[in-house]
């Protein structure tokens, strides 16, 4: 069956470092991959998306890489903020556009 | 005014009473969801519909009912609530194919945090 799954529940960086946030994925046949950031008490907030064909896309401040040969994306925030605390759902979609979605991975970053 | 609204925002019942959570959107998007998100599980779909027709059941749907009552509400009913049914739970909104936009973006309300005792 298919399966998203994020490499570590937690990553701790200092404000203005970069960040990088993994996740893996057991089956090919996706169309899309999704970042979510859900901030505590909020609902998960779309990020950015990338096609599958595609092995990059830039968004504001973040950069999402798909290598197709590990089966492996990450979310990557440039100049991490206060703001950027949140715990970061990878999804994937496939034909109908419902994502499934990974446990996520929860960001700290310290002043 | 928030776009995707949840009523209530916290519950607590009883084991085996009826309750339902209800969900409302202003954005006019056609397809809404259900979602449970459990410590460390992620979030899983429980039924989404596509239009006021259309009712799908997701991964998780068992013990769960839901009503499609216009395009603007979704609500979503359990039964006979139990103990593990104990979990925040996402109502979600997305835009249908060939409306232009990010088809993959979905809209998620604030949430309901349920507890059964």
């Known amino acids: 069956g298919e399966s998203v799954g994020l490499h570590l529940p937690t990553l701790s960086v200092q404000e203005g470092d970069n960040s990088i946030i993994n996740c893996a994925y057991s089956n090919s046949a996706s169309d899309y991959f999704i970042w979510y950031k859900q901030e505590s008490g909020k609902g998960p907030q779309f990020i950015i998306d990338?096609?599958?064909?595609?092995d990059k896309r830039q968004g504001q401040r973040v950069t999402v890489l798909l290598n197709k040969t590990v089966k492996h994306l990450s979310l990557q925030i440039a100049a991490t903020q206060p703001g950027d605390s949140a715990v970061y759902f990878c999804a994937r979609n496939r034909g109908s556009y419902i994502p499934t979605f990974g446990r996520g991975t929860s960001l700290i970053v310290h002043p | 005014d928030a776009d995707v609204t949840q009523t209530p925002r916290n519950r607590i019942t009883k084991t085996g009473k009826r309750i339902m959570l209800e969900c409302s959107q202003t954005?006019?998007?056609?397809?809404m969801y259900w979602y449970r998100q459990d410590p460390g599980l992620g979030l899983r779909l429980i039924y989404y519909s596509f239009d006021v027709k259309d009712i799908n059941k997701g991964e998780i749907s068992d013990g769960y009912s839901v009503s499609r009552q216009a395009q603007a509400k979704f609500s979503l009913s359990l039964e006979s609530a139990i103990p593990n049914q104990t979990a925040l739970y996402f109502c979600a909104t997305s835009d249908s194919l060939g409306t232009g936009g990010p088809y993959n973006e979905q809209f998620f309300g604030p949430g309901t945090r349920l507890t059964v005792l």
């Open positions: 954005k006019g998007h056609d397809r």
């Open positions: 990338i096609r599958s064909n595609m």
